[in-house]
Structure formats: structure tokens, C-alpha cells
């Protein structure tokens, strides 16, 4: 098939709805397909549309569907799609009836859904290259948080719970990611002057942050929501275990059962965790397992054949 695959993030930028279009066109281009990625629809004849983002994507959701209303469309519903969008948003609404099928990025995600949308709607982990395990530094117990400096992330809860750590911690953090506003520049830069074991290191090229993030002991994800986070599946693939907020998003990559989840805002919750994680080996190790058992859900492998599903249930 000629396929259009849209989503609203620029080429340049290193999104997670970026990755995510990037890796999918290789997928489909593996299956046999013809895949444009686009930022909007340009009108160009294509037998099926995927698009990112039920908001942000709903003018070419909608051109799509009025022009093609017999091709299929499948949409792909992000964390604001999920967490706010649907519930407030016409646009996003509209978008959600207008698809053939909809896919979710973890199993948490159908619990937003109506019994309607629910029932086109399938759960298709996304995948990452193994990672190589790169030796953790001696000299601390490196912490690592990845992802672009906004609202919804909660950027910050991390750098704030440091104050409440024991003196005796070897905790140290590194926050990877460019800031969306020069406002979030500016807080990421006075954290980093008042918090000794705070350092935010900016936007790095993928390669080094993946390396910085397999050093790590720890990756800490604050997010307030998330649809199937990236940096969940790139820490599992790197044998680095994960420090949440227990919100639907991260439950649906962890599993419910995990013990590595702090109440979403609450900085003292989560420097207790950080060091009872430091401080107990085998609490650690209980992590990890955990983590490690997760593995075989983000196999390249696997998200693929669920992409070879659901296009053959649209034939």
C-alpha cells in the first residue's frame, strides 16, 4: 500500500511522536509498503493514512476522511490525546470518530477510551534497539531523567526532591533534554547553580543520551502524563531500572504491580525511593528484576507483527 504516515513534530526534532513516525515508516517500508512521511497531509493519493496525534493531526484526519471516505485511517493516540484531549478538545473527538482503528501505546490506555473507540482500538508497544550496558560511574550513583523540558513532564520534581535525600547519598542527577520555553531554560540553569547534585546537560545527540542513559543506576520519569513514553522502552532495553510517577501512562508500561512508583508531585515520596533504591541492594535488584521482566514487551520484533495485524484486519 501507499501509505501517508503523519505527524505534527518537525524533522529536526528528537519527540517522541518524531521517533515513533520515523520507526514506524521503516516497519511498514520492511512489509512491503510505500510510506511519505509528513508533517500535513499534501493531498497526495495514498491507500491508507496513519497519523500521530488526534489533535494536532485532526486537519489532515479530516481531509483524508472527506476525500477518501472509503480507505482506512488509523490514528495513534498520544498522551495528551489520552489524558486531555478527548475529554475537552472537539477537534480531537472528531478525529477519534473518524478512524478505522486507533492504536494505543500501552495496555492502560483503553481504560480512556469509550466502549466504542475501545473496541478499534489495539495496544502496540513500541520497540527500541538493545542497548549496550556501558559501566556506571564510581565516583556516584548517577540518576538520569530524559525528555524535553515542558509542563507536562514536570520537569523539575526530580532536581526538588534532592533537598530530601540523607546527606550520606551519592545520588547525582543528569537531566537530559532541550527546554520548550526560555522560561523552563531558565529554571533548568538556576537548579543547576543551587542543587550541587543537579546538572542539566541540554539536548544531546540520541547516541550520547542513550549512552548516558545506560551508565545510569537509575532513570527517573516525573511525567504528569504519557501515552507510551520512549525513554520507559529505551531503559528497559538498557537494564536500567525505573523510578515513575504513578500515573495510567506509566502503569501501562511497568504493570501494576511495580514498586518503583511515587504520587505524581510529591518530591518527598520520591527522594524516598531514590534512597531506599540507593541504599537497599535488595530493593534494587527488585527493580530490576521487575524491569527486566517487562523486556519482551518493547521487541522490535513484536511491535512489528502488530503493525502486520492491524493493517490485515483493515483489508
Known sequence: MKIALITPARPATRSGNR????????????????VDVQMKWNGTPADLMIALHARRSHDSIARFAAGNPA????????????????????DAKRSLALATRMIVLQEMGLAELAPVAR?????????TRPARRVPPLKSCFEVCISG????????FR???????LPQQSRIRVTHMGAAMSGEMATSARDW?????RYRWAGELPHWLALRRLARSRLMVISSRMEGGANVVTEALAAGVPVIASRIPGNIGMLGA?????????DERALARLLWRAESDPEFYRKLKRHCAARRHLISRKREKQG??????ELD
Request: hydrophobic letters at 40%; a positive charge; zero cysteines.
Open 192 to 196: 543547576t547553580k543551587r542543587e550541587p
Open 307 to 312: 503493525i502486520k495485524q492491524l493493517l490485515a
Open 19 to 34: 521517533n515513533t513516525a520515523v520507526r514506524w515508516a521503516q516497519l511498514l517500508r520492511e512489509l512491503g509498503h510505500d
Open 158 to 164: 526530580l532536581a526538588a526532591a534532592l533537598r530530601y
Open 148 to 155: 524535553h523540558l515542558r509542563e507536562e513532564k514536570d520537569p
Open 119 to 127: 473496541r478499534k482500538s489495539r495496544v502496540i508497544y513500541q520497540s
Open 257 to 265: 504491580d511495580y514498586a518503583g512508583y511515587y504520587p505524581l508531585g
Open 71 to 90: 480507505r482506512p485511517l488509523v490514528l495513534a493516540l498520544t498522551g495528551t490525546d489520552l489524558y486531555r484531549d478527548i475529554r475537552f478538545d472537539a
